[in-house]
């Protein structure tokens, strides 16, 4: 999506997976929610793996300074955050690109909470909706872009690592966080290795029986 990667600051924002969150102040538990799915994604992912873009829907009042009051308000310090605005046209057709829907309310504006899962060339990949929101909504499809399983480019060296780390990074719900547990697959690897030894068991034991059948058929044939 043009109208966020690659703005306001350069290209900064292209290149990763990026999480935008479409907003009008004030929305403080819309924040709070979506800054602890950050750290615990950044936890499990990366801490550069994705970027955040939090977006004021209605200008004028959603200008810099406001935007960047709100980041210090919430305890945003994240430097792969930025709190961003712009002009109305510009907002409004970032709004109909991303699906965004607000209507005119008496107290200002209703809509949908909406967070938007943005792949490195700006296409839209998944939406959440939802002030909050179960943590797997948010991380997994952030962690299938960031482990870029479907690139058909990859080795199949590449290919197995990237699905190995895919599918290792598991969400725990005991502890509500993401972590890597690679038991699954080395539970694989040793049953692989105990079913291929029995088959060589197997193998060797019934080559050696038929030889020595073999043998003994020739050893005991009778003389014309």
Not at 113 to 142: K, N
Not at 157 to 168: G, L
Not at 181 to 207: E, H, K, Q, R
Request: glycine content about 8%; overall charge positive; proline content about 7%.
């Amino acid at each position: 999506m043009p109208s966020i990667c690659g703005r306001p600051r350069g290209n900064r924002w292209c290149g990763q997976p990026d999480r935008s969150q479409l907003r009008r102040s004030p929305v403080p538990v819309t924040t709070r929610n979506l800054a602890q799915s950050v750290r615990k994604a950044r936890a499990a992912l990366g801490e550069e793996s994705f970027n955040v873009v939090t977006i004021g829907f209605d200008p004028p009042q959603d200008n810099p300074e406001t935007m960047a009051a709100h980041a210090r308000q919430q305890g945003v310090s994240d430097p792969g955050w930025a709190f961003l605005s712009g002009s109305r046209d510009t907002v409004r057709n970032l709004m109909t690109d991303i699906g965004f829907s607000y209507w005119r309310a008496p107290k200002g504006y209703d809509h949908l909470t909406q967070t938007t899962i943005i792949d490195s060339d700006g296409v839209i990949y998944a939406q959440v909706y939802g002030e909050l929101v179960d943590l797997p909504q948010l991380v997994e499809p952030l962690k299938r872009l960031v482990f870029d399983i479907d690139n058909k480019q990859d080795s199949m060296v590449d290919s197995i690592i990237k699905r190995v780390s895919y599918f290792c990074t598991d969400y725990d719900p005991v502890t509500g966080a993401y972590k890597f547990d690679y038991s699954p697959f080395l539970g694989m690897i040793i049953g692989a290795v105990i079913i291929a030894s029995v088959i060589g068991f197997l193998v060797v034991n019934v080559t050696a029986h038929r030889r020595r059948n073999a043998g003994r058929a020739v050893q005991f044939k009778p003389d014309r």
